[in-house]
């Protein structure tokens, strides 16, 4: 491994026991690491970076047929997501594992494309504003208690992450289209979702390795099926709103619909709403619920930690509802979900390619080399962060605000292309954990085996079984 710029050296320091450490790979040496890849058959970044990738800010990996630049310098990253995005578009990778879902969508696109969509579909965001989304937030919420409260009499485990995901997409889907996840429609919009999820070819060591910049990326049949059944029903959801008759709902789907471009005055064509809503639900509901799932993971491993909440909340709210205006108040909660995606960023790896050769920092970068930024390697990373493998949400208190690294924090990216959900995945979050935590008591049945992998979002490799108890 190729090294420039170690710093700060002096700000590794050991691990108080006290603080819970959550599941992770351990890092070892590059020689080890790379023999993990060879052996293993787990689509997984997260266990193949090596002990160096957490110490140094800027550096080749390995030695690969096109150039790796991991970069971790919290500077150089902020002009790469920022002034250089142009210069440094989304990686084909990426690009080509997302695009049998979202096709050219605002999430993959680059340059004048992304900057044609973004323009028409800014009105949209102002339906992600909590204080107007907050209503459809607490409904999801009331629906998803219902059916918990069955589980809760039974005893019944059930998978935690596909909970949250379930409860995420029927948030969002009020948010997009003002229905809940109720029909069959909609039901097999996220079940196709979550088939694309688990068999989609997003990493793929070999072409890490061997692969040639820009080269076609092929998806297994059940990712593409997956992905046109899925579209298949966006698209009729779609139909429904602009066939005659159709409702006039304020939400998404209707700002994206009657969207122009402001220099033309063209609209989107249908396989466009199509990409365009699709990413709407891809970001909008998969990564918050994996952060979800893995806070109450968390939760009920860390000793306090959720007895701590529940305190807060009832201090805070009185014992009475949450509404909106309780959420910006409850600090701990806030911390325990800005802690976890620290911990577990929805986005691991945020990889670009170099459209031409240059420089990053003081090392040659030919063109076509891909530009590795990692939310999950900068997130515990020794020299930016105390402790950065233990939970610790005070980390994020008002009173340690100076100990915390400009830039160094990045779940939901950064620069022009910053995450226009943040606020609403925030609120959303705060809400789901107060409630969830108020009125259940979680067990996780297989904590032990529980470990995360990198795929579409940071998941766990087996799933989160769990049981609760009405408190």
Not at 174 to 195: G, K, M, N
Not at 259 to 279: K, M
Not at 434 to 456: C, D, G, H, Q, T
Request: glycine letters at 8%; a positive charge.
């Amino acid at each position: 491994m190729k090294t420039l710029a170690l710093r700060r050296e002096d700000a590794v320091r050991s691990d108080p026991p006290a603080l819970y450490r959550p599941p992770a790979p351990v890092p070892t040496t590059a020689v080890r690491a790379l023999l993990r890849g060879f052996v293993s058959r787990q689509r997984d970044l997260l266990s193949l970076m090596p002990q160096e990738a957490y110490r140094v800010m800027l550096a080749e990996l390995g030695r690969t047929r096109r150039r790796i630049i991991l970069v971790n310098d919290p500077a150089l990253v902020r002009g790469l997501l920022g002034e250089e995005a142009d210069r440094f578009p989304k990686n084909d990778l990426m690009v080509g594992a997302l695009n049998p879902l979202v096709g050219d969508g605002v999430f993959v696109s680059s340059g004048q494309t992304w900057r044609r969509q973004r323009r028409m579909i800014d009105p949209a965001f102002s339906h992600m504003h909590v204080n107007r989304a907050f209503r459809g937030m607490e409904a999801g919420v009331a629906a998803f208690e219902a059916r918990l409260d069955r589980l809760a009499e039974t005893g019944a485990p059930f998978s935690l992450e596909k909970a949250m995901s379930h409860l995420t997409a029927d948030i969002i889907c009020r948010t997009i289209f003002s229905i809940p996840l109720e029909s069959r429609q909609t039901h097999e919009v996220f079940d196709a979702f979550a088939r694309f999820q688990d068999s989609v070819a997003n990493v793929q060591i070999f072409r890490l390795w061997l692969g040639r910049p820009w080269a076609r990326v092929r998806q297994p049949a059940k990712a593409v099926a997956a992905a046109r059944l899925l579209r298949h029903h966006v698209g009729a959801l779609i139909d429904q709103r602009i066939g005659a008759g159709g409702r006039l709902d304020a939400d998404i789907a209707a700002d994206v619909i009657s969207a122009r471009d402001p220099e033309s005055g063209q609209r989107f064509s249908r396989d466009e709403l199509i990409d365009q809503i699709g990413v709407f639900f891809l970001a909008g509901h998969e990564t918050t619920a994996g952060a979800l799932a893995w806070a109450l993971f968390t939760l009920s491993q860390a000793p306090g930690a959720a007895e701590r909440l529940r305190a807060e909340v009832e201090a805070v709210t009185g014992g009475g509802p949450i509404g909106f205006g309780h959420t910006k108040r409850l600090g701990f909660v806030r911390n325990v979900f800005r802690e976890t995606l620290r911990l577990y960023p929805p986005l691991a790896f945020i990889p670009r390619v170099a459209l031409e050769a240059g420089r990053i920092g003081g090392l040659a970068v030919p063109r076509g080399a891909m530009i590795m930024v990692s939310p999950w390697i900068m997130h515990r990373h020794l020299a930016l962060w105390r402790n950065p493998d233990r939970f610790d949400p005070d980390r994020f208190a008002v009173e340690r605000e100076n100990d915390l690294v400009p830039n160094a924090y990045l779940p939901f990216g950064m620069g022009q292309r910053f995450c226009v959900g943040a606020a609403f995945a925030t609120v959303e979050s705060t809400l789901i954990l107060a409630r969830f935590l108020r009125r259940y008591e979680i067990e996780v049945l297989n904590a032990k085996s529980v470990r995360p992998v990198a795929r579409l979002t940071t998941r766990s490799a087996s799933g989160i079984e769990v049981r609760i108890r009405r408190l």
